[in-house]
């Protein structure tokens, strides 16, 4: 099976198992509840037999536990940071070593999107940073990403540096300057070399609207 038709297959699954979620929420009798949580067991066994993450269907329940309220995807946030010679700061992570992403991870509750990606690029780098503006709003489902549990968008800033020196801390293990012509290997579960040449394009040639799907 072709990498595009199992994305968009794992995908559709996970609208099915928002969907049994939904319905599990507001079933107005036992019966439509019952028929909603088999929805949802069909839907994890599928999911389970369609990904290649060897996660468990006890996992994946875990996952997907009942919901109290409306399901949203989830959010996360990406920088993008330019050295005077439009060289991209990135960020090797202990839990994927030898691949690379540029600074970010999950939004934070009780934090805007600007305050978590000012806190991840100081963590992650030691510097202190400026959110510029944003560079693009991406949804995961559009591109060939490594399949996850989770429904993410993306936010992705362009950062310029304060002050501050580059620094590893607990979970990262190298932070350094890449050109975008030699790129290395990828945290494809974070970021995707397309994506980085199309923020990179946006940003060395200013262009202003943000790009979003």
């Known amino acids: 099976m072709e990498n595009k038709t199992l994305l968009e297959l794992i995908n559709l699954v996970k609208r099915n198992l928002t969907l049994s979620d939904l319905g599990i929420l507001y079933a107005h009798n036992g019966y439509d509840d019952e028929r909603y949580r088999e929805l949802k067991e069909i839907n994890l066994r599928i999911l389970d037999i369609l990904t290649d993450e060897n996660i468990s269907l006890e996992k994946l329940h875990n996952f997907y536990l009942p919901i109290k309220e409306y399901p949203t995807p989830k959010v996360e946030v990406r920088g993008l940071l330019l050295n005077e010679n439009d060289e991209i700061l990135m960020v090797e992570e202990k839990l994927d070593p030898g691949k690379w992403s540029i600074p970010g991870g999950w939004c934070d509750i009780g934090f805007s ?41 993306k936010i992705v ?12 801390t607990f979970d990262i293990t190298n932070v350094k300057y890449f050109n975008i012509n030699s790129l290395p290997p990828l945290s494809t579960a974070r970021i995707l070399e397309e994506q980085i ?5 946006r940003a060395t040639n200013n262009i202003i609207e943000t790009y979003c799907e």
Request: proline share 5%.
């Open 157 to 168: 800033f362009l950062c310029k540096k304060l002050e501050g020196n580059l620094k590893t």
């Open 197 to 201: 040449k199309m923020l990179f394009d």
């Open 113 to 153: 999107p600007k305050e978590v990606m000012v806190k991840e690029m100081k963590e992650e780098t030691g510097l202190d940073v400026e959110v510029v503006r944003v560079l693009a709003i991406l949804d995961k489902k559009f591109y060939n990403h490594p399949s996850e549990p989770f429904y993410t968008y």
